[in-house]
């Protein structure tokens, strides 16, 4: 019967099924991309000019323009552009990018990174009076040069000149093979650093150029001591590198873009001082000041400290979660919603690289940079992954939609993909969020028209075969039903079931 209903069907029936089958498909498609395509321009027109943070200083560089291109008629919209920071716990080139390398055969550092840091040395470093000495004219020039070489080559030929202070901080970042070589060049650093500060200091006043000479003196002697004491905290001593870290600090207190307190974060979670961390974080976890993965994932960990090791995820169904517990679940929620790619690397669900050089405020290079350093701090604390692992995924459950609306800080920055992948290397693969994936049913949808047309075009084509395929289809469908049936008539009486099958 089936065969026969089939043969009856005249050509046109099939090719009706399948354009009305495609053109349902079509109309569903464009009508969920129109409405997608019209919650973003309202998004970014609505929030196109936020910006998450917004800084003075001469770390933050701009990254390329990054644009959203919308498949309609109007013109492009532009996106505000992303903000790169220098990362404040960036690895020496030649003890350890080097080794990397050397070990690896992978280049841990994109183009787009070292060119970022070209310009940082060249506005630390570098002033207009530079050519009025040799040393430091030269360089000036090595500071622009792409070859490593040719730049360890110009730092030698300054130092034949003259005790040159910059010469020696690029011979201990990308000639040094070690920490201890590193350390020994900065020393020497700091020597001829120390006179040059003195000096300036004594005529900032005497003009702007003097002023302008002093600020470089500053920068190179401030960067020269936080790389001693990253030296220190590398080499195991720890409580030196933290008064290091210190007396900078209250030295210099203006320069707050150096983000040195990050490095004592870390030092002093190093030393399980935690009274020390709390008494960091509440000066500079404050709402005026621009946040990072390193004050809000510490923060969670201080308030999931005081709980985790007595944490437990059955119990707390069960009796309700405490007022220690609530704000340790707040907190780590808080840092969830700030950068969201940071718990994979903590629970070891995605593979840590070595940091870039430069990182981006809530992006994937920031969860790496954070997550190098801290991982054994969360794992030493008992417990804080434990509590992390149970509660960090409720945060997108808070914030639906997170490129819209945020809960304690702006939407997420739409633009931090494209920062990303220029930051960190190829061969590893960038964390996005939120994920970018179409809704079920536009490809349920889209999956069961295909297959409609696909069974249409198949039974025009072979009618009798399709007729066997579909007859032996059904018989295997009923198959149990069938099997089913016969087994109650077996246990049944035949004359009960005379009766049921008259009802």
């Given at each position: 019967?089936?065969?026969m209903?089939?043969n009856t069907l005249?050509?046109?029936?099939?090719?009706?099924l399948?354009?009305t089958?495609?053109?349902?498909?079509?109309l569903?498609?464009?009508s969920?991309?129109?409405?997608h395509?019209t919650?973003q321009?309202?998004f970014?027109?609505?929030?196109g000019?936020l910006?998450f943070v917004?800084?003075?200083?001469?770390?933050?560089?701009?990254t390329?323009?990054?644009?959203?291109?919308?498949?309609?008629a109007?013109?492009?919209t532009t996106?505000?552009?992303?903000?790169?920071?220098r990362?404040p716990?960036?690895?020496?080139r030649?003890a350890e990018?080097n080794?990397?390398?050397w070990?690896?055969?992978?280049e841990?550092?994109?183009?787009?990174d070292?060119?970022l840091s070209a310009q940082?040395?060249q506005t630390f470093?570098?002033c207009?009076t530079?050519?009025?000495r040799?040393?430091?004219?030269?360089m000036?020039?090595?500071w622009?040069?792409?070859?490593?070489?040719?730049?360890i080559?110009a730092?030698h030929?300054a130092?034949e000149l003259?005790?040159?202070?910059?010469?020696?901080?690029?011979?201990?970042?990308?000639e040094?093979?070690t920490i201890v070589?590193?350390?020994?060049?900065?020393?020497?650093?700091?020597?001829?650093g120390?006179?040059?500060?003195r000096r300036s200091?004594?005529?900032q006043?005497?003009?702007?150029?003097?002023?302008?000479q002093?600020?470089?003196?500053?920068?190179?002697?401030?960067y020269?001591k936080?790389?001693?004491?990253m030296?220190?905290?590398k080499?195991?001593?720890?409580?030196e590198?933290v008064?290091?870290?210190?007396?900078?600090m209250?030295?210099f207190?203006?320069?707050?873009?150096f983000n040195?307190h990050?490095?004592?974060?870390?030092a002093?979670?190093?030393?399980?001082?935690?009274?020390d961390?709390q008494?960091?974080?509440?000066?500079?976890?404050?709402?005026?000041?621009?946040?990072s993965?390193?004050?809000?994932?510490?923060?969670?960990?201080l308030?999931?400290?005081?709980v985790?090791?007595?944490?437990s995820?059955?119990?707390?169904?069960?009796?309700?979660?405490?007022?220690a517990?609530m704000?340790?679940?707040e907190?780590?929620?808080?840092a969830?919603?700030?950068n969201p790619?940071?718990?994979?690397y903590?629970?070891?669900?995605?593979s840590?690289?070595?940091p870039?050089?430069?990182?981006?405020k809530?992006?994937?290079?920031?969860?790496i940079?954070?997550?190098?350093f801290?991982?054994?701090?969360?794992?030493r604390?008992?417990?804080?992954?434990?509590l992390?692992?149970?509660?960090w995924?409720?945060?997108?459950?808070?914030i639906p939609?997170p490129?819209e609306?945020?809960?304690?800080f702006y939407?997420?920055?739409?633009c931090t993909?494209t920062a990303d992948?220029?930051?960190?290397?190829?061969?590893?693969?960038?964390s996005?969020?939120?994920?970018?994936?179409?809704?079920f049913f536009i490809?349920f949808?889209?999956?069961?028209?295909?297959f409609?047309?696909?069974?249409?075009l198949?039974?025009?084509q072979?009618?009798?075969?399709?007729?066997?395929?579909?007859?032996?289809?059904?018989?295997?469908?009923?198959?149990?039903?069938n099997?089913?049936?016969e087994k109650?008539e077996?246990?049944l009486?035949?004359?009960?079931?005379h009766?049921?099958?008259?009802?």
């Amino acid at each position: 019967s089936v065969s026969m209903f089939l043969n009856t069907l005249t050509p046109k029936f099939y090719v009706a099924l399948t354009g009305t089958s495609s053109l349902i498909s079509g109309l569903i498609l464009v009508s969920s991309g129109y409405i997608h395509i019209t919650l973003q321009i309202d998004f970014v027109i609505r929030n196109g000019t936020l910006d998450f943070v917004e800084m003075n200083g001469s770390q933050v560089r701009n990254t390329k323009q990054s644009t959203v291109l919308l498949a309609t008629a109007t013109k492009p919209t532009t996106v505000k552009e992303c903000k790169v920071w220098r990362n404040p716990l960036n690895l020496f080139r030649g003890a350890e990018y080097n080794r990397y390398t050397w070990v690896t055969g992978r280049e841990p550092l994109t183009y787009y990174d070292m060119n970022l840091s070209a310009q940082d040395h060249q506005t630390f470093f570098t002033c207009d009076t530079d050519h009025l000495r040799p040393a430091d004219a030269i360089m000036q020039k090595a500071w622009r040069e792409r070859n490593p070489q040719a730049r360890i080559s110009a730092a030698h030929e300054a130092l034949e000149l003259n005790e040159c202070a910059t010469a020696y901080i690029l011979l201990a970042e990308e000639e040094a093979t070690t920490i201890v070589e590193a350390e020994k060049l900065f020393k020497q650093a700091l020597k001829a650093g120390e006179g040059c500060y003195r000096r300036s200091q004594q005529l900032q006043h005497h003009g702007a150029q003097y002023e302008a000479q002093h600020r470089r003196d500053t920068n190179v002697l401030v960067y020269i001591k936080r790389r001693l004491a990253m030296c220190a905290r590398k080499l195991g001593r720890t409580r030196e590198a933290v008064k290091m870290m210190r007396d900078l600090m209250k030295e210099f207190p203006l320069l707050s873009m150096f983000n040195i307190h990050e490095n004592l974060l870390e030092a002093l979670l190093e030393l399980q001082a935690y009274a020390d961390v709390q008494a960091v974080l509440a000066k500079y976890d404050d709402i005026s000041l621009p946040k990072s993965a390193t004050i809000c994932y510490t923060a969670a960990l201080l308030k999931a400290r005081a709980v985790s090791d007595k944490f437990s995820p059955e119990a707390a169904s069960r009796r309700g979660l405490s007022t220690a517990e609530m704000n340790a679940v707040e907190a780590i929620h808080r840092a969830v919603e700030f950068n969201p790619h940071v718990p994979k690397y903590l629970l070891e669900m995605k593979s840590l690289i070595l940091p870039p050089e430069h990182i981006l405020k809530r992006g994937d290079s920031e969860a790496i940079a954070y997550a190098f350093f801290h991982l054994q701090h969360w794992k030493r604390v008992e417990g804080a992954l434990n509590l992390l692992h149970c509660t960090w995924e409720g945060t997108f459950r808070m914030i639906p939609y997170p490129l819209e609306k945020g809960h304690l800080f702006y939407p997420y920055p739409i633009c931090t993909e494209t920062a990303d992948r220029e930051l960190l290397p190829s061969f590893h693969e960038v964390s996005v969020y939120p994920k970018k994936e179409l809704p079920f049913f536009i490809l349920f949808t889209a999956g069961l028209c295909s297959f409609t047309a696909m069974l249409a075009l198949l039974t025009h084509q072979f009618p009798e075969l399709m007729g066997v395929f579909a007859k032996a289809f059904l018989s295997t469908l009923f198959a149990p039903l069938n099997f089913v049936m016969e087994k109650v008539e077996s246990i049944l009486p035949s004359s009960l079931w005379h009766q049921l099958t008259r009802i």
